[in-house]
């Protein structure tokens, strides 16, 4: 089955960093990817989403990296602020939206 | 305003009870989903819905009943069969074209806590 996977469950940043976010998928099937940013006890919310025809997308000081060749993908969030901490979760769509474990984004001070 | 609402926000229950917990959206999506979420676990697919009566198993449906009588509604029971009820249950709606995107839109989560 399709399975998608986060690197590390944890990231520590400081205030004003750049954070990066890893995130590998089994299956090359797929040709829509999204990132979903979620703060404790509260539902996920949508970050960027790229489509397997685009390399990268840029949002609002987040870039979204996708590299078929190795099926990974990477949410780059520019000048961390601690309102970005929360959990990351990166999905793949297969029949459905598949997601990954999670990242937790701890930013200090 | 547009959007997903679950209630209750907490839910409390003795095993062996079965228990519904109500999914709403006025966004006028045709497709509805829910999932589990457990402690550093990401989400796992329960059942989703993409028309009105009709629905599917997810990964994990066992324990689990869904109905999907109108477009806005997709509650989810939670029988005595499931045997680990206790988790951070998520509704989510999407459109099925993928336009412009296959974004799901989240509801806020029920807290079901089962002793």
């Known amino acids: 089955g399709e399975s998608v996977g986060l690197h590390l469950p944890t990231l520590s940043v400081q205030e004003g960093d750049n954070s990066i976010i890893n995130c590998a998928y089994s299956n090359s099937a797929s040709d829509y990817f999204i990132w979903y940013k979620q703060e404790s006890g509260k539902g996920p919310q949508f970050i960027i989403d790229?489509?397997?025809?685009?390399d990268k997308r840029q949002g609002q000081r987040v870039t979204v990296l996708l590299n078929k060749t190795v099926k990974h993908l990477s949410l780059q969030i520019a000048a961390t602020q601690p309102g970005d901490s929360a959990v990351y979760f990166c999905?793949?769509?297969?029949?459905?939206?598949?997601f990954g474990k999670g990242t937790m984004l701890l930013v200090s001070p | 305003d547009g959007g997903i609402t679950q209630s209750p926000k907490y839910l409390f229950r003795k095993e062996g009870q079965n228990v519904t917990l109500s999914c709403e959206q006025n966004?006028?999506?045709?497709?509805m989903y829910w999932y589990r979420q457990d402690p550093g676990q990401g989400l796992r697919l329960i059942y989703y819905s993409q028309i009105v009566n009709d629905f599917q198993k997810g990964d994990i449906a066992e324990g689990y009943s869904v109905s999907r009588e109108k477009k806005e509604s997709f509650p989810l029971t939670v029988t005595s069969a499931q045997k680990n009820p206790t988790a951070f249950y998520l509704c989510?709606?999407?459109?099925?074209?993928?336009?412009?995107?296959?974004?799901?839109?989240f509801g806020p989560g029920t807290r079901l806590t089962v002793t």
């Open positions: 999905a793949a769509l297969y029949s459905t939206l598949t």
């Open positions: 790229i489509r397997s025809n685009m």
């Open positions: 989510a709606s999407s459109t099925i074209a993928g336009e412009p995107s296959y974004e799901q839109y």
């Open positions: 966004l006028n999506h045709d497709a």
